[in-house]
């Protein structure tokens, strides 16, 4: 009998206002680097390496990955899937730009809080 090896998924794409509506229910993880996430980052967002991810995080968890242009959270994203992770989204839209306005202005159409630089 041969047995049939599921495929992971891929990441599921996510807008910033079905971010909103669902991250209660989501892990949101920020991929950019740390002055990047001191700038600015959305409420409840956390900055984890991968070690920290595959020993911390059950591969059930929901999780919704950021950056600024999406490049590098894509990138995660798809490590995330191949590690085993089954529920990976990643936000689409950049961080700045006609969706989100500069770093310290997060997503203000989208309700997000804005940081307070020092």
């Not at 600015?40 to 984890?48: D, K, S």
């Not at 059930?60 to 992770?85: E, F, P």
């Amino acid at each position: 009998m041969t047995s049939i090896q599921k495929q992971p998924m891929n990441p599921v794409l996510l807008t910033p206002s079905q971010l909103k509506s669902r991250q209660n229910q989501l892990l949101v993880i920020d991929v950019r680097s740390g002055l990047e996430y001191w700038l600015g980052h959305i409420p409840g967002a956390q900055r984890l390496n991968k070690n920290r991810i595959l020993q911390e995080i059950p591969k059930d968890r929901a999780i919704a990955l950021t950056c600024l242009s999406g490049h590098r959270s894509v990138m995660a994203a798809q490590w995330l899937v191949s590690q085993g992770y089954r529920q990976v989204h990643n936000l689409q839209g950049e961080w700045h730009g006609n969706r989100w306005a500069t770093p310290c202005n997060v997503a203000i159409k989208h309700n997000f809080r804005p940081c307070t630089p020092a």
